[in-house]
């Protein structure tokens, strides 16, 4: 049993493995997860959907009843909703609208859970600064890229390996550009390189060193 409640941030990069990470640590700890990018998805897969509805206060009340199981849909998978939803992360209206959610997870998690977990590219920083544990989880290009061509192949999307990894690169360069709150590794982040390492490999490191401090 932890004794005291636990907040871990991580930030990292697409498909370099820190959805796979949180939701293995969060299992593992009993913490509520949030893989923040989910929401910047929902929102691009709203805006291509219903386009002429959804402006500003749509979005927002679409947010304010959001369910975490909303979030699991395979519709908000594709290599498209990704880079719209990165498009859309640029705006620091949208921003605004998502940082309560993000925050109310972070710290206003439900009592059964142990602590939370998020991940996106600005949780080190900005929505959890004051987390117990940060990582800056990273994996060479290649490695992303065949990484997340095998996930859509999984989820039965069409795709090649050439189309993934000019749409990683594009993400890549938007999010570590972008004015507002761009992806970077805060000084007080453990960098954790994926790219050697399988997921079994890269959860026992972290959990390792979660665990060495965290007492029982
Ligand atoms: O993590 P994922 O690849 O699903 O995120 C989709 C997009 O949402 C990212 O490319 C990024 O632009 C944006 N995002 C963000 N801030 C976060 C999480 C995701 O800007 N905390």
Known sequence: MIKKKIKIAIDS???????TIGKALS????LLYLDTGKIYRYIAYLKKSSPRKSNLNFLKKKIKVLKLKELEKQS??????GTL?????????IRQLVYNFQINCAYKF??????????GRD???KIIPDADFKFYITASLKVRTIRRYKEL???G?????ADVRKSIKSRDYSDLNRRISPLKRTKDSILINTSNLTKKACFLKIKNIIEKEIKY
């Open 13 to 19: 990069p697409a498909a370099a493995g820190g959805g």
């Open 27 to 30: 299992k593992y700890f009993n």
């Open 76 to 81: 908000l998978s594709s290599n498209e909703i």
């Open 85 to 93: 939803a990165s498009l859309i992360a640029k705006d620091k209206k």
């Open 110 to 119: 439900p009592k059964k859970f142990n602590g939370s977990c998020l991940d």
């Open 123 to 125: 949780i080190t920083y």
């Open 153 to 155: 192949i999984k989820l």
């Open 157 to 161: 999307k069409k795709t090649t390996i």
